[in-house]
Structures are given as structure tokens and as C-alpha cells.
């Protein structure tokens, strides 16, 4: 499968529908950029690769949180913004959660910004330009001086324009993303405010996609511990009945069910492994990666990682040799090893 990041012939790559032509733009390419009919210019594909790339990164976070953290970095990381700002929507206030600072860019003038992170949350009140965006979840590009700008964030910015962003999350804007060019030499454009919409636009199912990951380990933990209780309860009970059985108990007719694929059943039943934690287990035993276990079950890499550490718990080990070096001790000298 080729490699979405991978971007080759400039030229034939057609501009994705809303970015700005390099002929009408002047400000990425200049007059004479490389190009070929309707494609576009080497630098904005080089352009388009590291925001595909930071975009692509959202998806190594392990919970939405650590992916919201992340997004001013991968903005810095863009190459187009100088200094970025990622507040929470709290009631009517954003608070200020995380900033920064582009490489290159004099840390010193970006002092006043970082103060506002762990300060008071700043009151959003109708006049202002965030509560415009936060209304429409639309991008705005918020000229200099404009009376509208949020006054706490101008102060922090210095005299210059700014990008104001939504996050929506599960249909509700849950953040705002600040973004400036202070210290560079080009001015902020209609560009920069399509590639911020575009990275935005992302970062939103990307956190609903790990919420809904995270729902499911927490619903199947549940699941895994209520079996066990229910096992637990149900197991005293049937010796009691069968010890006031009045005759002898009868044979368990053979079964045609085949057993299970697993190389030690006892130890299966022992440790109660749930059905997909005993297929996670048989690929550990295996060898198998995390990843190669998420592509062979056909699930997230972190819905593996959660099941590895609930077989863990359950084995009280801490590693995969030790998981597996516990489930063969197990197993009868015959069946030590995976089907």
C-alpha cells in the first residue's frame, strides 16, 4: 500500500478544492514556481506533506487529552506559525492550557503568552471575535488593532494579526487554537488560515475516534470483571447442588464443540480470559508485535495494548516473556504451544 506521505511529481498533483492558486497567491511560490498546467508548485506540495504528516501524527496519542496537548506542536511543526495557543473551552471562558514556540523564534518575546497558560480563564463576552467563531465554528483571521481581538491575547501577541480556530468534539466546541507569524517575514495569509482549518477539522474525529476506543476498553473491563464475579458466585453453588445430589452425578456426555485453539484450555479457564483476550494471548505466545496482533484481529493498536495489560493483571506478570513463560508452565508437556 503506498504511502499517503509520500508525495512525488509536484507538478501532477492537482490543488485540493479551497487551496489558493500559487499564480493568484504570489506569497509561497512567487511568480515563477514550478508549475504544470493546474498542479502545484513543489513547495506547496512540501507544504501539504508536513501538514498530512502532523495531521497523521494526531493518531500516536493514547487519549484525547494527550492528543489535544499536542496540537501546538504539530502546528509549530508545520512550518508556518510561530507561536500557537490551545485553550479549553470552560462555560463562557477559555482557559489557556498550552503554548508553542516555533524553533528559530526568540523565546523572550513569547513571555507574556506563556503567562496566560495556569492564569485565570479569560471571559469570552459577546462583542468578541472568539465567541464569533466559537458560534459559527468557523476560522478567523483577526486583523491587527481590530477591537474585536481578545485583549488579554493581544497584549500577550504584540501588534500583530492572529488565527482563531474551533476544535469540535462530538458536535460541541471543546477548544480554541491561537496561532501568530510574529517573528517571520511573511504576513499571515488566506492560506494560512485554510491550513489551520484543515489540521482543525482533524483533530476533532481524531479525539472522538479514541473516545469511543476508550469507551469500548472501559465497557469490556466491566464485562470481564462482572463474568469473573459471576463466576465467582455461581461456582459454590454448583458444588453444594451436587453435593445434595441423591445419587451419583452423571457422566458429561462428549461434546462435538471443538476446543478451544489455544495449546492450554486449563490455563484459559483458569485465569478466565475473555475470548478476545485468549486470541491476543495465542498471538503473544506466538511472537506476534502489537501491531501485527491489531492487524491480524482487525482492531487499534490500543485496544491490543489494553488487552495485553488486562492478561498481565490477570497472570500478575509485567512482561511479555513473563506471560508467556507463566502461560507454558501451565500448560501439560503436550500442548506447550500455540495452534
Known amino acids: 500500500m503506498p504511502d499517503p506521505f509520500r508525495l512525488t511529481e509536484p507538478a501532477a498533483i492537482p490543488a485540493p478544492a479551497g487551496f489558493p492558486s500559487p499564480r493568484a497567491r504570489g506569497d509561497l511560490s512567487g511568480e515563477g514556481g514550478d508549475l504544470s498546467g493546474d498542479g502545484m508548485a513543489a513547495d506547496d506540495v512540501d507544504l501539504l506533506g508536513r501538514l498530512f504528516a502532523a495531521i497523521g501524527r494526531l493518531r500516536e496519542a493514547g487519549d484525547p487529552e494527550e492528543l489535544l496537548a499536542s496540537v501546538p506542536a ?198 478466565r480470559f475473555t475470548e478476545r483476550e485468549r486470541e491476543v494471548l495465542e498471538l503473544l505466545v506466538m511472537g506476534a508485535t502489537n501491531g501485527q496482533i491489531a492487524g491480524r484481529l482487525v482492531v487499534s493498536e490500543s485496544t491490543v495494548k489494553s488487552h495485553v495489560k488486562h492478561i498481565f493483571r490477570k497472570l500478575g506478570v509485567t512482561t511479555r516473556a513473563e506471560a508467556i513463560a507463566r502461560y507454558l508452565r501451565s500448560a501439560p508437556p503436550g500442548e506447550r504451544r500455540a495452534s
Open 74 to 271: 504539530e502546528l509549530c511543526r508545520v512550518g508556518r506559525f510561530d507561536r500557537v495557543m490551545l485553550s479549553r473551552i470552560v462555560g463562557s471562558s477559555i482557559l489557556p492550557l498550552a503554548v508553542r514556540v516555533a524553533d528559530g523564534v526568540d523565546q523572550r518575546r513569547s513571555a507574556e503568552l506563556r503567562a496566560l497558560v495556569g492564569g485565570q480563564p479569560i471571559r469570552l463576552t459577546s462583542s468578541m471575535l472568539e465567541t464569533e467563531v466559537v458560534r459559527k465554528r468557523s476560522t478567523a483571521l483577526v486583523a491587527r488593532r481590530d477591537p474585536r481581538a481578545l485583549s488579554p491575547l493581544v497584549a500577550a501577541l504584540g501588534d500583530t494579526r492572529y488565527l482563531v480556530a474551533p476544535i469540535v468534539v462530538d458536535d460541541a466546541v471543546v477548544a480554541l487554537v491561537h496561532a501568530d507569524n510574529h517573528a517571520s517575514r511573511h504576513p499571515l495569509t488566506e492560506l494560512d488560515r485554510d491550513l489551520l482549518r484543515t489540521f482543525v477539522d482533524a483533530v476533532g474525529p481524531a479525539c472522538e475516534s479514541l473516545s469511543i476506543l476508550d469507551r469500548l476498553a472501559a465497557q469490556r473491563e466491566q464485562l470481564d470483571a462482572a463474568l469473573a464475579a459471576a463466576g465467582t458466585l455461581f461456582s459454590p453453588l454448583h458444588v453444594a447442588a451436587s453435593s445434595l445430589s441423591p445419587g451419583p452425578v452423571p457422566a458429561v456426555e462428549p461434546s462435538d464443540r471443538p476446543a478451544p485453539r489455544f495449546g492450554a484450555p486449563d490455563a484459559v479457564r483458569r485465569w
